[in-house]
């Protein structure tokens, strides 16, 4: 007996969420400027509320917009009233609320609080006449579609369209904020991601680590501190700049018996590859694979070493 095919059914859900979050785009007006201005111009934080799959819809919104430059969490509805209203700074403070009908009871008590204490609101929802809608001063109204449920019941559309405006929300902010991916990695230094947004300034040796010598040094000296280092590299400073980088592919180049009595600026590749320190690790990297290194330096505006970095330090922390 051949097994039902759920395929069908399952893109009519994903297509009917997608045309909903199509007309939800289309329908963006000047409401939206509003919140996103009312958010920036808060003083505290932004509260995310809602009840039910719209609490859990607020919860991501407030993770994403806290991850991005916008200090934000989330209160519980129900739990606003026996206590949590506390959470919210009075005249400080913005509360996002969602509700696709509008008529969530257990808002009642927030909205009242947020009415009495300036706490200015910016609803969410499919009503905007409803109990919400009459207490926002930014309502954001979504477009009149179907839940994606075949009963008619379970939020579906209207939750997956509640969840697209809080990451336009979220992004708009972090672009009006100037939000750098420096910034970013600032908040995310766990898990792969944390990985991904490594600077090579995490990674590399600096100070008494890195291997240096001058250009008039000789290879006999320049080894020693070479060796000492244990990097295979040793880069050239003159006047405090980096100049050239001497490398063991360099001294198999220059092996004779004349080596340990050569210059080290004779030896040197100059004009060696050079990062900045703020570069991500996982830029680095590429850079460093296309042009079959193990090492490279990374230097100041004005030329100077500031570190240096193996290619095994980059594998080694996982970047890839």
Not at 129 to 154: D, K, N, T, W, Y
Request: glycine share 10%.
């Amino acid at each position: 007996m051949p097994k039902d095919d759920h395929v069908p059914a399952a893109a009519g859900v994903i297509l009917a969420e997608a045309r909903a979050l199509e007309l939800l785009a289309a329908g963006l007006d000047e409401s939206f400027n509003r919140a996103v201005e009312l958010v920036l111009a808060a003083p505290g934080r932004a509260a995310l509320t809602g009840m039910g799959k719209s609490g859990h819809v607020a919860r991501k919104t407030a993770a994403t917009l806290a991850s991005t430059g916008t200090p934000a969490f989330f209160i519980h509805p129900s739990e606003a009233g026996h206590g949590d209203l506390g959470m919210l700074s009075a005249g400080q403070d913005v509360l996002v609320a969602y509700s696709n009908s509008g008529e969530t009871q257990e808002l009642l008590a927030i909205l009242s609080f947020c009415a009495r204490f300036r706490i200015p609101v910016i609803g969410v929802t499919a009503f905007p006449e409803s109990l919400l809608g009459r207490h926002s001063e930014v309502v954001i109204a979504l477009p009149a579609v179907q839940e994606a449920c075949p009963l008619g019941c379970a939020p579906t559309t209207s939750t997956a369209m509640m969840l697209a405006w809080g990451d336009a929300l979220a992004l708009s902010l972090l672009s009006a904020r100037g939000f750098t991916v420096e910034d970013f990695r600032q908040y995310h230094p766990g898990g792969k991601l944390g990985t991904r947004l490594t600077a090579v300034a995490d990674l590399m040796r600096t100070g008494a680590e890195m291997p240096l010598a001058s250009p008039s040094d000789l290879m006999s000296d320049a080894l020693v501190t070479m060796t000492a280092k244990r990097l295979g590299c040793l880069g050239i400073v003159e006047s405090g700049k980096l100049v050239g980088i001497i490398t063991d592919g360099d001294l198999r180049r220059h092996m004779g018996p004349d080596l340990l009595r050569a210059p080290a600026g004779s030896v040197m590749t100059p004009n060696p590859v050079v990062f900045p320190p703020g570069i991500l690790a996982a830029k680095a990297l590429a850079v460093m694979e296309a042009k079959s290194i193990t090492n490279a330096f990374a230097v100041s505006p004005e030329g100077e070493p500031v570190g240096v970095i193996h290619i095994h330090d980059l594998l080694g922390a996982g970047i890839a």
